[in-house]
């Protein structure tokens, strides 16, 4: 099959408002972004900007009010449950908390068996792949035996990794993945998951707020604002040579360890702020 992966073409995304004669909240303006297959395209902005709506929409957990997310040449924009459901085997996603996003009451092994008992996986084969989950996100196989609360943020994330593998999917939504854990962590975890790439030929949608991060990860990198991309393009441009004031006030804010080059970096930021609020719109 030629074309992306994921195709996500005008999206509009609008919640209702309470009370009679509500104007709809938009918290999508007619987004366009694809993910072709094996590739890592990373979704950027500040809280507000509208990327974990985006997310959420191709996950089918945000309504969609217009415009098309096709999946492979279909259109998944409005699946029932139970077609949505059988799309969960080519469609997984991976949680910003590990600390709520697994169940405590299960072991590891119980948590990752159950995507592959809900596909009807035979229990022998879904134990072996078990196993094999373990031993692809760097986890002893004694791990299966053990609860989630026994074991580090990076591990838990780690397990959740695993879990979203489970069914070989060929997309992941990352939705702000590392975001919960300490930088050394962080890094650690972002190398496992471009190992995983490079392995199995999974696509990344990868959700942050942080361009510091999608840079270790994403081929491409589009920026949001407002409900709005506003940049988008090769990864390694966008995150170190932004053009757009927003991306550049973005850049401006990843940490460095010089507390100069840091003073240096926030007043750069507070003339960009300066020069207006008003940030003009990037591509449609």
């Known amino acids: 099959m030629t074309g992306p992966l994921l195709d996500v073409r005008d999206l509009v995304v609008e919640y209702p408002v309470q009370g009679f004669g509500g104007t709809p909240f938009r918290a999508l303006h007619g987004v366009s972004l694809d993910v072709r297959r094996g590739e890592c395209v990373g979704l950027v902005g500040e809280s507000g ?8 929409a191709v996950l089918g957990l945000a309504p969609v009010t217009a415009g098309r997310i096709d999946y492979d040449g279909r259109n998944i924009g409005h699946l029932t449950r139970a077609k949505r459901r059988a799309l969960a085997a080519e469609i ?21 068996i159950e995507p592959l008992t809900t596909q009807s996986v035979p229990r022998a084969t ?13 986890l002893p196989a004694s791990a299966g035996e053990r609860l989630p609360r026994e074991f580090s943020g990076g591990q838990r994330q780690r397990v959740a990794i695993a879990r979203a593998l489970a069914l070989r999917p060929r997309l992941i939504v990352c939705d702000e993945p590392v975001s919960a854990l300490d930088l050394s962590t962080q890094a650690r975890v972002l190398e496992l998951l471009r190992e ?13 707020h942080d361009l510091d991060v999608v840079r270790h990860l994403s081929h491409r990198v589009a920026v949001m ?7 988008c393009g090769d990864g390694d441009q966008v995150t ?10 973005l850049l401006l804010a990843s940490p460095l360890p010089d507390p100069e080059q840091q003073a240096r970096r926030r007043a750069e930021r507070r ?3 300066s020069d207006g609020e008003q940030v003009p719109a990037g591509p449609r």
């Open 92 to 112: 997984q996603v991976v949680f910003q908390d590990p600390f709520s996003s697994l169940n405590p009451a299960l072991t590891v092994e119980q948590i990752l």
């Open 196 to 208: 995983i790439q490079d392995s199995t030929g999974v696509a990344y949608l990868f959700v942050s």
């Open 271 to 273: 003339r960009l702020r």
């Open 126 to 138: 879904a134990i072996a792949r078990v196993r094999t989950l373990l031993e692809e996100v760097r």
């Open 240 to 249: 170190s040579r932004p053009r757009h004031p927003y991306t550049q006030r």
């Open 49 to 56: 900007s509208g990327k974990t709506t985006l997310g959420r």
């Open 225 to 231: 604002y407002g409900g709005e991309i506003v940049e």
